[in-house]
């Protein structure tokens, strides 16, 4: 899956982007969000650029992961604007430079989009294999009621398998957005 995702061409990349807006706009959950983490595109990933620039023309807040704790095996999420100053993580990612005391917890988000590698037909999704997510997000495994903040998966529709096989610490998504379609569990 990352290789066919790497092999597609910037305008691909760029137009799945776009698609994917379009898909977020009909999503009410996206709609009433005012704090939405994204990601910057890697490794082929769909670039959320075009979402990101509709947030900040809407007047809402985006934040980018920012890894944190003992070995950085956690994320907070930093504020992301045009004036934003970066530093490359250990993956030679870029984060925002903001203060720990400025970073949000996962738990103050309302909406977060996050990459993956691949994706089933029940909210099942496969990442980079860190854990970075699951772990950030685990305390949504515990919640029967109130689910916030929504995970929603951002993904080619090629990258849908039949099954994938779950562990407990996964951290199910609310919903999945391809360029063609929005799935919601």
């Known amino acids: ?9 910037e305008s691909v990349q760029q137009a799945a982007g776009f698609d994917v807006l379009k898909q977020l706009k009909n999503y009410s959950a996206f709609q ?41 095996r956690r994320m ?12 490359n993580n250990k993956y030679d990612i870029p984060e925002p430079v903001v203060p720990i005391k400025e970073q949000l917890k996962s738990n ?5 989009l996050m990459p993956l590698v691949a994706f089933d037909g029940i909210g ?16 949504l495994r515990f919640r029967s009621v109130w689910k916030k903040p929504r995970l929603i998966g951002v993904a080619y529709d090629f990258q849908q398998v039949d099954i994938l096989q779950s562990d407990p610490w996964d ?4 919903a999945i ?7 919601r569990f």
Not at 1 to 9: D, F, V
Not at 64 to 70: A, W
Request: proline share 5%; net charge positive; with cysteine.
């Open 124 to 139: 099942n999704r496969l990442g980079m294999g860190g854990g970075y997510y699951d772990r950030s997000f685990e305390f």
């Open 76 to 87: 907070h999420f930093s504020h992301y604007h045009s004036k934003s100053h970066f530093s």
């Open 1 to 9: 899956m990352r290789q066919q995702r790497s092999e597609l061409t």
């Open 32 to 72: 009433a969000s005012h704090r939405v983490a994204a990601y910057l595109a890697n490794d082929g990933e769909i670039p959320l650029s075009p979402t990101i620039a509709h947030l900040w023309h809407k007047n809402r807040k985006c934040y980018l992961p920012v890894l944190f704790g003992f070995g950085g």
């Open 108 to 112: 103050a988000l309302d909406l977060v």
């Open 177 to 183: 957005v391809t360029p063609t379609r929005l799935i």
């Open 171 to 174: 951290v199910p998504v609310d």
